[in-house]
């Protein structure tokens, strides 16, 4: 909600409204009174700014309580979960998942589309969108992409999943058929960070990497609480190597962590046909030693992190959590073997929503109400 052509006087009262509307979503529900003390803001401002966010259908009056404030009964304001939408999805190779969320973050409806033959990226995005919208006041809609995204362009520049070309117009397609509607794509691991920020529950680190393990390996960075990601790259960790000698990787390099960590490279190291048939064999101390050569590789690459950022937690998830806690003290253990800082948190996301949607959600919310 930020624009150059604005007059001091207009962004002052965005800036405001954001703030007063910020306030109401996170406390829940709170009254003009106590928005007035915490914000500094007159009364007559207060009161205007919340009229003016339950005319667009985004806060609504909810009871009345005793303030925190005065300790005087005040009619209480909340935020209407459904008087705006925000779109997250998560793109993968030829199936994409969208979710849609309401004002207050709550999953409201998810689909999983693959794409039929002929059938663009961009294609079965709109598609995907178009289903969620329907009936819906959609305001934000975040893509989340495995791939290097220009920030300026919002096109992908690089990826070894897709296509640039397939998704290199989605960001004007977009905005031609919404134009009212904010639009951002980003690498999905960022955003994956974000979202155990935000909706994690390991105490709200600022400084996080999030390692995702599935068909590939990414590894979203937040430095003091935004995301890291260089000059649009930032997250690749699936392409750091790990051994120098080690076999040559798709992307030019030699030994890369995927290589070793990736689900695929686990069930082919492990000799295993799934997950869950590997989570079985680790609960009866089967398949340590194969074990070993995964955590080892995982622990040499966060170690490098660590090294690197020294973030106050590392959270994994992906599918790799199937693997249950042996496989996660496996990899402290290999950690703490070759760590400087050996005490480092390591956890398993607890985060029961798509990652890549909720933090995609988040970011959206985050840009247009100013944080
Ligand atoms: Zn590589």
Redesign the pocket.
């Known amino acids: 909600m930020t624009d150059t052509g604005k007059s001091s006087q207009q962004l002052i009262k965005e800036a405001n409204m954001n703030l007063v509307f910020r306030l109401i979503h996170k406390n829940g529900a709170i009254s003009r009174a106590d928005i007035k003390k915490i914000t500094s803001l007159s009364a007559t401002t207060v009161s205007s700014l919340v009229e003016e966010l339950i005319g667009e259908g985004f806060v609504e009056e909810c009871g009345i309580k005793k303030t925190k404030s005065s300790g005087r009964k005040a009619v209480m304001l909340k935020v209407k979960a459904d008087g705006g939408f925000f779109a997250g999805l998560d793109v993968k190779k030829n199936i994409i998942r969208a979710d849609l969320y309401g004002l207050d973050f709550t999953l409201e409806k998810s689909i999983e589309r693959s794409l039929s033959d002929g059938e663009s990226l961009a294609m079965g995005i709109m598609q995907a969108i178009g289903t969620l919208s329907r009936n819906k006041k959609i305001i934000g809609v975040t893509i989340g992409l495995p791939g290097v995204i220009d920030p300026g362009t919002n096109s992908l520049i690089s990826s070894t999943v897709l296509a640039a070309d397939d998704v290199k117009d989605i960001y004007s397609i977009l905005k031609e058929a919404m134009p009212d509607v904010d639009v951002y794509i980003k690498n999905n691991s960022g955003l994956i960070a974000l979202a155990e920020k935000e909706f994690g529950n390991h105490g709200r680190a600022d400084n996080l990497i999030s390692v995702d393990i599935n068909d590939g390996v990414g590894a979203g960075i937040l430095v003091d609480g935004k995301i890291y990601e260089g000059s649009g790259m930032g997250g690749e960790f ?2 750091m190597s790990v051994d120098f000698g080690g076999r040559k ?5 030699y030994g ?1 962590l ?1 290589l070793y960590a990736s689900v695929p490279e686990i069930l082919s190291l492990t000799e295993t046909s799934s997950l869950g048939e590997l989570a079985e064999k680790l609960s009866f101390g089967q398949k340590k030693k194969e074990v070993l050569q995964v955590t080892r590789a995982l622990a040499f690459g966060i170690n490098n992190i660590v090294n690197l950022l020294d973030p106050e937690i590392i959270v994994i998830g992906g599918s790799v959590i199937t693997l249950g806690e042996h496989f996660l003290d496996a990899i402290k253990e290999s950690f703490r073997e070759i760590a400087l800082i050996k005490d480092k948190k390591i956890v398993y996301s607890d985060i029961k929503e798509n990652p890549v949607t909720l933090g995609g959600v988040r970011f959206s919310f985050d840009r247009m109400f100013g944080f």
């Open positions: 699936g392409h990787c798709k992307c030019g390099s890369c995927e």
